[in-house]
């Protein structure tokens, strides 16, 4: 969940206890820090890193990426993208970037489409779509298959959130899965704590899990 700071402040400015939720890097250093406060999260950038380090090393070394053009959720992927990208040799080539403009419905399948015919019609070398949304990553999957080409033999597809149609999608669809159940659980568990005045973990950042499926395969 991503934050703009005069909304953090006003949380700060509570008399009553509260908990921070979702995922994303962007709340601020010391959010849960403060008494009556919490935070139970996901580290986008962490969890970006991995479905990319993931993907080098199944022997892609140009991969596309799909995210968004905002400060928040599309930054943290980024990030991670970037941190991967390093951490294996490779060079960011600004040219398998794709941000989508900004606006109330960014993570679409007919943006992942359209941007993904865009890419193939474009003539950059890449191996391999990473997509910030499972449903980007099924457009992204279909305007490969509409072109003539195949997933996973001629390009791979990834995607994240761990959405039920990467499941049942064909060729399914590997992705990153966050542990939103469980965030949810702990931060009432958290937020009771908070209530009845007992010690509490102030920051929870959990982890999420890598599902690999059919999408994806290796070099």
């Known amino acids: 969940m991503f934050f703009l700071e005069n909304t953090y402040r006003s949380l700060r400015m509570l008399r009553v206890p509260y908990v921070i939720s979702g995922s994303g890097k962007t709340v601020p250093e010391d959010t849960g820090t403060y008494p009556k406060s919490a935070l139970v999260t996901t580290d986008t950038e962490i969890e970006s890193q991995s479905m990319v380090d993931y993907l080098c090393s ?3 070394k140009r991969i596309a990426f799909i995210t968004s053009g905002d400060e928040g959720l599309g930054r943290c ?3 991670g993208y970037k ?3 390093e951490k294996n040799g490779l060079e960011y080539d600004e040219k398998l970037i794709i941000r989508l403009k900004p606006g109330k419905r960014i993570y679409t399948i007919e943006n992942g489409y359209n941007c993904t015919c865009e890419l193939l019609k474009s003539g950059v ?13 099924v457009g992204a999957c279909r305007a490969v298959i509409d072109s003539g080409k195949r997933v996973p033999e001629d390009y791979c597809v990834a995607g994240a959130d761990g959405q039920d149609i990467a499941e049942y999608y064909h060729p399914s669809i590997t992705t990153l899965k966050y542990p ?9 568990r ?3 704590g908070l209530i009845d005045r007992k010690k509490v973990v102030k920051r929870q950042i959990l982890g999420g899990t890598l599902i690999e499926r059919e999408s994806t395969r290796k070099l």
């Open 58 to 60: 199944c022997g892609h």
């Open 180 to 188: 939103r159940v469980e965030i949810a659980l702990q931060s009432v």
């Open 125 to 137: 070398d890449f191996s391999c779509i990473y997509a910030i949304s499972d449903t980007l990553a």
């Open 83 to 85: 941190r991967s990208l």
């Open 190 to 192: 958290t937020l009771f």
């Open 77 to 79: 992927h980024l990030n």
